[in-house]
């Protein structure tokens, strides 16, 4: 008889991974496998007693295009995201290109990166940013949940047990200024366990020389985003007074001080990012 354990399944359609899923309630889900063999330098890699391989399952691989939306499949790799070039918003290039080397980008999955247990990757700000929504599926329903719903911190991935992404859709607004920055772990080799790593945006939308819209995330061990700041500049002249940008950085350095999680060299570091953003559109 067959063992009931160490099972890989390779479903080729979604209701042919619900029903494994279902039969084995601890099966984990295998994208890329980047995350799920990170860090074993043995012999013989460990891998979850039951795997349930994405690999096959066409429609997770599809990306699409309208006017407004980029829609893109779980299993879709960062390299092909990648080579898809100016459709892709600036802010999610330049953070997907900062994400390990070449080869490891063929492996890596946008849907892997984005359902990391272990802390929030470098796709989870820029997505948050563009106001990014998942789809998520179980056996019997679908969900849309926004990109700031699903990775906010503390606590879990908003992930339901038995719930798979499935697609990853991106609003298609023209923001005329992007940046990624991204902050490596300071005292340790493994950024991961470091709460100072992680990777911070900052977009702003510029028309007809009004500041229209300007969003700074970032995210790491903890995601914060400050819509207090972000309104008070809303609809003023470019280039911003020198006071108004310095009244901008102290709103950030309050709300630094206010929330618990950052310790002392992310705050510095998330600090003297916004101030150097905020004063390149200053005069
Ligand atoms: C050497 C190295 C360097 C790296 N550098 C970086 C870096 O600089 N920046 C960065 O962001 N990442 C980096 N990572 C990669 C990181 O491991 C991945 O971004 C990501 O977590 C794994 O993607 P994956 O497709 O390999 O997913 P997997 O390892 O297969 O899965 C990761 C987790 O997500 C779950 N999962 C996967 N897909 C889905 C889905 N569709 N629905 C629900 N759950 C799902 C899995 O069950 C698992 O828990 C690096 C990895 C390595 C090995």
Redesign the pocket.
């Known amino acids: 008889m067959a063992d009931p354990h160490n099972q890989v399944f390779f479903p080729s359609a979604l209701p042919e991974l619900f029903t494994a899923w279902n039969r084995f309630p601890d099966a984990?889900?295998?994208?890329?496998?980047?995350?799920?063999?990170?860090?074993q330098g043995k012999h013989i890699l460990t891998l979850p007693q039951n795997i349930l391989s994405?690999e096959r399952l066409e429609e997770?691989h599809r990306i699409s295009r309208t006017e407004r939306y980029l829609e893109i499949g779980?299993?879709v790799?960062?390299s092909e995201i990648l080579r898809l070039g100016k459709t892709v918003p600036e802010a999610l290039t330049q953070s997907l290109s900062?994400?390990?080397?070449p080869q490891?980008r063929n492996?890596?999955?946008?849907?892997?990166?984005?359902?990391?247990?272990l802390r929030r990757?470098?796709?989870a700000a820029p997505l948050i940013a563009l106001d990014a929504r998942y789809e998520l599926r179980t056996a019997a329903e679908t969900r849309w949940v926004s990109a700031s719903r699903f990775s906010a911190l503390p606590g879990p991935l908003a992930?339901k047990p038995l719930?798979?992404?499935?697609r990853i859709r991106i609003p298609l607004e023209e923001w005329q200024y992007s940046l990624y920055k991204?902050f490596r772990g300071g005292e340790t080799v493994d950024s991961s366990i470091d709460e100072s790593g992680g990777g911070a945006v900052f977009m702003a939308r510029i028309q007809k020389n009004i500041l229209t819209d300007l969003r700074i995330v970032f995210a790491g061990q903890s995601v914060l985003r400050d819509k207090n700041s972000e309104t008070s500049l809303a609809g003023k002249h470019l280039p911003l007074d020198r006071r108004e940008a310095e009244h901008f950085s102290e709103l950030w350095k309050t709300f630094l001080s206010a929330v618990e999680n950052p310790g002392f060299m992310l705050r510095s570091k998330l600090y003297n990012f916004v101030e150097s953003c905020i004063l390149s559109l200053s005069d």
């Open positions: 984990v889900p295998f994208a890329g496998g980047t995350g799920l063999l990170r860090n994405l997770l779980a299993m790799t960062i900062r994400i390990a080397g490891m492996l890596i999955t946008i849907g892997g990166n984005i359902c990391n247990p990757l470098d796709a992930l719930e798979l992404l499935t991204k």
